[in-house]
């Protein structure tokens, strides 16, 4: 018996709808894709070559600018101090947040929803009015331009994110679960982090890539906090390099490079942890 041909997939045209998405998402995704590949290439070029002509290509692949970032700016303590001031405030955060949600849900009683009601305050009231009380504050105990101070600010303003996302999701948590492990003789303090919590991975997951992603690339409070004497930050490093009569574009282009290489390796690692976190939270929601 001859085989019967197999018949060809036709490919499916686009309709007009699908046509104008597909082309306002190329548009995005060259707006956004633009300034990356921008300052990844002016990062093998010299500051010569970028004045000179700041759309050209680079004339070779020379890493000559990421030695001298190193070696003739701030930036390795920069970078240090935002690692430390990123992880320091995750582990806080993480240490803090879920059970202080689990006590207001759980075990606050009445006063709990008072309690609930100033974390959420603190979402309300604009940074740039605590801003100044909060540099006062720090220069009086004198925390003022160090890493303590800047971990202490990201953790109040997360905190009330982090109590209305963890509340919200501990509503959903059967308190028969709980119940069994207090039969077995089991504590609050037990029970929560041996019961509760790992079922709370998947806010966590997204609550951690979140935290470290406005972390990483926050700006203003380590501008704020950390006075001229301290690196400060990637950020901030990067910000000192720009002068009045000239600035280190080479430099520039590079240290934002390196600057954007942990953000997006933490995104595209944790990715489909972030969506279902956030996915489940719709529909809890």
Not at 85 to 113: D, F, H, K
Not at 143 to 151: D, E, G, N, Q
Not at 175 to 191: P, Y
Not at 209 to 236: E, H
Request: net charge positive; glycine share 8%; hydrophobic share 50%.
């Amino acid at each position: 018996m001859s085989a019967k041909p197999k018949r060809r997939k036709e490919r499916r045209r686009l309709t007009a709808g699908e046509a104008v998405v597909m082309a306002v998402l190329a548009v995005l995704v060259l707006a956004v894709s633009f300034p990356v590949v921008y300052a990844l290439l002016n990062s093998f070029r010299s500051y010569a070559e970028i004045t000179k002509d700041p759309m050209g290509l680079p004339t070779g692949l020379s890493l000559d600018n990421y030695a001298r970032l190193f070696q003739t700016t701030d930036y390795g303590e920069a970078l240090l101090n935002t690692v430390i001031i990123t992880g320091g405030t995750l582990v806080l955060l993480m240490a803090l947040v879920p059970m202080a949600a689990y006590g207001i849900e759980r075990l606050g009683g009445r006063s709990s929803r008072w309690i609930y009601l100033l974390f959420i305050a603190g979402l309300m009231i604009p940074f740039q009015v605590r801003m100044i009380p909060l540099v006062s504050s720090m220069n009086q105990i004198g925390l003022y331009s160090t890493l303590t101070s800047v971990i202490l600010v990201h953790l109040g303003g997360a905190a009330s994110f982090g109590i209305l996302l963890y509340c919200s999701f501990i509503k959903g948590v059967p308190r028969e679960v709980e119940e069994a492990a207090e039969m077995d003789g089991a504590g609050k303090l037990r029970t929560f982090w041996s019961i509760v919590f790992p079922m709370l991975l998947p806010v966590t997951s997204a609550f951690v890539i979140i935290q470290a992603l406005s972390l990483w690339n926050d700006f203003f409070i380590p501008l704020v906090f950390l006075d001229s004497s301290s690196a400060g930050t990637v950020n901030v490093a990067l910000s000192r390099m720009v002068g009045l009569l000239t600035s280190q574009w080479e430099l520039i282009y590079t240290g934002a490079i390196l600057a954007i290489i942990p953000s997006v390796a933490l995104f595209a690692a944790f990715q489909r942890y972030f969506i279902k976190g956030m996915s489940i939270g719709a529909v809890k929601g």
